[in-house]
């Protein structure tokens, strides 16, 4: 019954490291190391879920759930509405971004800001953080 | 004590105070109820003291509605009853399953569950549960493993326990009862083909017998009960239709009406982050000598704010790799019904568990070399084994080792969880239309043969789905990982694993207005003074918890009842 | 009649005195592991040359359940290895030098040695061979089968495990030791004599 839909366990068993793991773990190189970072904030974004692949995959599902959110700026702009301080935490390090990202995420289902993306109940911020990757 | 009905002389009518119609979980209870009274109580039972072919035969029927197992499988026409193959998983109803709710159509008992509350305790004994705590904080203390951690502001987590194997069968636990019962007459191969009535319908005066090999005879009794289960007592009634064309006690249409089911199946899949997330409250295991079974479901606020009917979700996982095929393994459970086959004699069935071990004892030289005169296995497996990691090589090791070794490593370890199955049970909405009525073939007895309509409703659909995606909420919160939901809102196919829970309620449902139900609350058939309905056929709601601890504390509390009348 | 029982019980000629059981198991154990060890050293040279005899199949994430058995180098495996265990078993019974009877590693370990009924001479090949066959055939067989018939492994095992049985009740039953694998083969299993070493008192 499961494999008759598009996405796999195993696919969103990647999604968990993507936007789980991904989003709570903490960069072993300490931020006053890294290079100044010259990338777009979508691009910032994306770059956080290491799995690009499945979370592209997602993405697309969530792009066409949700067409009219289907350009970056909107979904850029529509992650970072949820963050605490707005569009300025994008301008976080990537730790204290994932953290962030994480804590809406969790909100996110507390409150029920959910989507069904063939059956799959999945957090908004996280649905949209695949958009970002889909498109990028 | 017990009788054979077919030495029972042709023709000849049998007085008693109180005649009871099967001898399953409620028929028995009553009747032990009265054992050592002066009450002179007849049992009449369809079956004999063992399975026949011929007797089950008689519960063949016809599927017309939903998906359903065939109706001669569904129950058992044996002393004991279904009881014989219970699976023994005991809850009593909530509290609130026999309150009436708004959004859900002709729900509510006339009765409430202080009305029973007593005679839990009895039943709990009745039918061999060892422990009378149901609530989870008690075991929570007892018990190895734990409820998921998930906010408990929407979700719970129920127990339910479940009876030894060896005390289910009431033929086993109470036979010598019945037997020792000087008062009571069990009278096996006894068919009720008919009950009669007076002119006006208000009294039951005949019980009308046969057996198959052609005896007849009547019964007459100050009082009557009938205990024949959800499918058999619409169609006695229905089929009662020499005086009265709408049958016995079906003035209002409502006989075979309104009949549940505890509809189950996968709704949904949760992919856990962390695969050795713990389930083992959620599957069978013991807490001391007490079998308990978890699962869980939506608190009555969160549903009472959404509109939903209670729906149970059980959880059951799938393992990683091997531990799923020895989970399944057709040859472990040859291995385990080996011996009991070879306690009880059954020397026909040996061959095959024989046969099915020889191949599981030797499914592990699969991989071993071929030659070594100790089990080693190929070097590729063993470099396999060293470069893996330690999920693989979990999985690894019980293909080397066999289905045995690998129930044995992850009963001790446990196994990882590559998901878990989120099979949904519902409470369903009562609905008119689902429903029993006569068919057009005939039973070697001449009783029409039944027909079962089983439907569904909307609400029970969106339940189900709205559940999920609150489990779906919550474990994403707690950080557990992702559920899918597999059941969508339309109205489409319900999913091809739909089943029962081969539970027969509602067609004879209980309400105080005699145009809303067939039994008052006293489980007397709506204007007839001598008639009365044990068994699940009375529950108005199929209720959150399984139906037999119920059925045996309601027939306790109708045996009092007609206590008092027959003193 | 059990031919060996007599001699066992003290005949007139040489003196044979049985082995336990339990030692004879041992030393059994003790071949077995150390010829596994061989089998294994030599599986992994053909696995070196002439390829993997399982290999698996490459899952994303594999949890380690897709095995491909190649049976050409099964059977190759199964060959050399019979013939190690073969030579092993059959070269250590029908060895003959020196005033001992001959023995296994194993045997030689527990102090127990293989010789002839009725006398104290070293069996023959052909009895070796035979009294190997009894012994290991079964369990190499069911190993064959194992891989290249999986249907027919299982009534095999079965009658395997019965003809173990029956050895292990016949040797446990017969006064001298002797189960069914040693009357067939006209064999005995006896304790090794102590002989005078050089350091030895006298």
């Given at each position: 019954m499961i494999e008759r839909h598009g996405l796999s366990r195993r696919q969103f068993l990647v999604?968990?490291?993507?936007?789980?793991?991904?989003?709570?773990?903490?960069?072993?190189?300490?931020?006053?190391?890294?290079?100044p970072d010259?990338?777009?904030?979508?691009?910032?974004?994306?770059?956080?879920?290491?799995?690009?692949?499945?979370?592209?995959?997602?993405?697309?599902?969530?792009?066409?759930?949700?067409?009219?959110?289907?350009?970056?700026?909107s979904l850029v702009e529509l992650i970072a509405g949820g963050l605490p301080g707005g569009a300025g935490a994008l301008r976080s390090a990537d730790d204290a971004l994932r953290a962030l990202l994480a804590g809406r995420v969790q909100q996110d289902f507390a409150e029920e800001r959910t989507v069904c993306l063939e059956g799959w109940i999945v957090s908004r911020t996280e649905a949209r953080l695949c958009g970002l990757a889909a498109l990028t | 004590m017990i009788v054979d009905s077919r030495s029972i002389p042709h023709g000849s009518r049998i007085e008693a105070d109180l005649c009871i119609v099967g001898a399953g979980a409620a028929g028995i209870s009553i009747a032990r109820r009265f054992a050592g009274t002066s009450t002179r109580v007849v049992v009449l039972e369809s079956g004999g003291e063992a399975f026949e072919a011929t007797t089950q035969d008689l519960s063949r029927g016809e599927n017309v509605g939903l998906p359903y197992f065939p109706l001669d499988?569904?129950?058992?026409?044996?002393?004991?009853?279904?009881t014989n193959h219970w699976g023994g998983i005991c809850r009593p109803m909530d509290p609130e399953d026999f309150e009436s709710k708004a959004w859900i159509p002709n729900s509510g008992w006339p009765i409430a569950e202080r009305d029973l509350e007593s005679y839990y305790e009895p039943a709990r004994v009745m039918c061999g549960v060892s422990s009378g705590d149901w609530g989870l904080e008690t075991w929570r203390q007892r018990d190895r493993f734990k409820p998921l951690p998930v906010r408990g502001d929407r979700l719970d987590t129920r127990i339910a326990q479940i009876v030894s194997p060896e005390a289910r069968s009431f033929r086993i636990t109470h036979r010598a009862g019945i037997q020792a019962a000087r008062n009571v007459v069990l009278q096996c191969h006894a068919n009720v083909t008919e009950i009669e009535t007076n002119s006006e319908g208000t009294l039951a005066t005949l019980f009308h017998v046969a057996t198959l090999d052609g005896n007849r005879y009547t019964v007459a009794a100050r009082q009557g009960v009938l205990a024949a289960g959800g499918i058999e007592n619409p169609r006695i009634l229905l089929a009662s239709n020499r005086q009265w064309h709408e049958g016995v006690g079906n003035r209002n249409d409502l006989v075979g009406r309104f009949f549940l089911e505890h509809p189950r199946f996968v709704g949904g899949v949760l992919v856990p982050f962390d695969r050795r997330l713990s389930v083992g409250l959620y599957d069978h295991h013991k807490v001391g000598a007490v079998r308990l079974l978890g699962y869980l479901g939506l608190k009555q606020a969160t549903r009472d704010q959404e509109q939903l009917v209670d729906v149970q979700m059980s959880l059951h996982p799938t393992l990683a790799g091997s531990f799923q095929r020895s989970a399944e393994s057709e040859d472990m459970k040859a291995l385990h019904a080996l011996v009991p086959a070879l306690r009880q004699g059954h020397i026909h069935q040996l061959g095959g568990h024989l046969a099915r071990v020889a191949e599981d004892l030797t499914s592990w030289q699969a991989l071993l070399i071929p030659g070594a005169p100790l089990p080693a296995p190929f070097p590729e497996v063993v470099g396999k084994l060293m470069r893996s990691t330690p999920f693989e090589a979990q999985a690894l090791i019980p293909d080397l080792m066999g289905d045995i070794a690998a129930r044995g490593y992850a009963k001790k370890f446990g196994a990882p969880i590559e998901s878990i199955l989120l099979r949904t049970r519902i409470n369903a909405v009562p609905n008119p239309d689902s429903r029993v009525t006569l068919g057009d073939d005939r039973d070697p007895l001449g009783i029409p043969r039944v027909r079962l309509d089983w439907r569904l409703t909307s609400l029970d659909r969106h339940s189900v789905r709205r559940s999920l995606e609150v489990l779906g909420s919550e474990v994403g919160r707690a950080g557990l990982g992702r559920v899918r939901v597999m059941l969508d809102d339309h109205d489409g196919p319900w999913p091809e694993d739909l089943a029962g829970g081969w539970h027969h309620m509602g067609t004879t449902r209980m309400a105080d207005d005699p145009r809303w139900g067939v039994v008052d609350r006293n489980c007397r058939v709506h204007g007839i003074r001598n008639l009365y309905i044990a068994g699940s056929s009375v529950f108005p709601t199929a209720g959150s918890g399984t139906p037999t601890l119920t059925i045996v504390a309601l027939a306790l509390r109708l045996a009092d009842h007609l206590k008092g009348l027959l003193a | 009649m059990d031919p060996g029982a007599e001699t066992a019980r003290g005949g007139r000629k040489p003196v044979e005195i049985h082995a336990a059981p339990l030692g004879r198991l041992f030393a059994f154990l003790v071949d077995a592991l150390l010829l596994t060890g061989v089998v294994f050293a030599f599986s992994m040279a053909l696995d070196a040359t002439v390829g993997p005899a399982v290999s698996f199949r490459a899952e994303e994430g594999g949890a380690g359940n897709g095995f491909m058995i190649h049976r050409d180098r099964v059977m190759l495996a199964w060959i050399l290895n019979v013939a190690l265990g073969a030579g092993y078993f059959i070269g250590s019974w029908a060895r003959r030098s020196g005033r001992d009877l001959p023995s296994t590693p194993g045997q030689r370990l527990l102090r127990i040695a293989v010789g002839r009924t009725g006398g104290s001479r070293p069996i023959t090949l052909a009895q070796a061979t035979a009294r190997w066959l009894l012994l290991m055939g079964p369990v190499s067989l069911c190993a064959l089968l194992g891989i290249v018939a999986p249907a027919s492994r299982a009534p095999v095992a079965l009658a395997s495990l019965a003809?173990?049985?029956?050895?292990?009740?016949?040797?446990?039953?017969?006064?001298?030791?002797?189960?069914?694998h040693d009357r067939f083969s006209g064999s005995i299993v006896t304790v090794r004599a102590r002989r005078a070493g050089p350091g030895s008192s006298p």
């Open positions: 999604l968990s490291a993507a936007c789980g793991a991904s989003l709570v773990a903490r960069s072993s190189i300490p931020s006053w190391l890294s290079i010259r990338s777009t904030p979508a691009e910032r974004l994306a770059r956080l879920l290491r799995h690009r692949s499945s979370a592209r995959v997602i993405g697309a599902a969530y792009l066409r759930h949700e067409p009219s959110e289907a350009r970056l700026t | 499988t569904a129950r058992l026409r044996w002393l004991g009853g279904t | 003809w173990y049985l029956i050895l292990l009740v016949t040797t446990l039953r017969s006064p001298a030791g002797r189960g069914l």
